[in-house]
């Protein structure tokens, strides 16, 4: 059996959204209960799009702030950024070498973020469930909690560990290190396991607040399509007041949120704040007006990302002491990081 361990990661581009919160880091709080757990700041991952050198820092450094705002204890936990631990890119470049060109030319993300001139875009963001997986199987995670859009990803990072641990098995076996698990029915003699994502939730897909078609995203250029963890108050109530919906008021329990995508957007919100179900949000809500239920959203996303927000910014104030636990948490990523490769290095033969 593969020791349980979360990991997961958030790239330093752009303003955190509620979609990041809902999606990703609410989950990260929630699991360091009971886990052991690594949070890593994806700041490679941000050169794929555009280089950013000149905030690349800070962003960081507020992507780091935003998950010990939210309850991370890095004292319990690794917090850190990608890029101090170089492994990740030499795991990475090893899975290159296992991943096929047709894997990474189905990823929908690449298509969407390449455009239409594919041949434009950097190789790597062709590459980048790559060094995904490698994030990942780096630690030899076994769970890693994201929102709906990485789930494809994630299936990827499978398909390398599938394909590395039946390329390789007789050397895994030579190390002494593999284990044996089931694949389907298949017995494999595996020396990466097989990730479980952790998607379910309420708010799986937090949607933008301007288009029940569209997922919240930090590259919507709408800002009233997506609350920022950053945005005050007053800014979080109107945003939520604006917020496109249907002219009928809340479905009650029985006729259910199916064909109501806004509704059914703002019930998983204020279902996902709240640690409930969206069934019994609605046992609450249902039938109600949206003139009703919006002020109600408000005020609960603004108990819950004030505090955050505050103390996001009490980080932001004085960042030696982010610097601190990057620099702590890059140490003990950087050692377990170098046990896995001291091993993968014997099993591809260098
Ligand atoms: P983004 O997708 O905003 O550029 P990242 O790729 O760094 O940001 O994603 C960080 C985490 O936030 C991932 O787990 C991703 O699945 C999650 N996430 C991003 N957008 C949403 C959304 N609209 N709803 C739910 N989760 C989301
Ligand atoms: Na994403």
New binding site residues.
Partial sequence: QFQPLVF????P??NL?L??Y???IRKFVALQEKNDCIYCV?DMHALTAQLVHDELKEQTRSIAAAFIASGIDPTKHIVFNQSKVAAHAELAWIFNCVARMGWMNRMTQFKDKAGKDAEKASLGLLAYPSLMAADILLYRATHV??????KQHLELTRDIAQKFNIDFTAQIRKTGKGVDIKVGDEPVHAYFPMVEPLIDGP?????SLRDGTK?????DPSDLSRINLMDDSETIAKKIKKAKTDPDGLPGETDGLAGRPEADNLVGIYAALSDRSKADVLKEFGGQQFSTFKPALADLAVAVLAPINAEMRRLMAATDHIDTILKEGGDRAAARAAVTMAEVRDIVGF
């Fill in positions: 997961s990661g958030v790239q581009t752009g959204h979609g990041n809902l999606g990703a994806v909690p994201v929102g709906d859009d990485q708010a799986p897909r937090v949607m997922k919240m995203s930090k590259s």
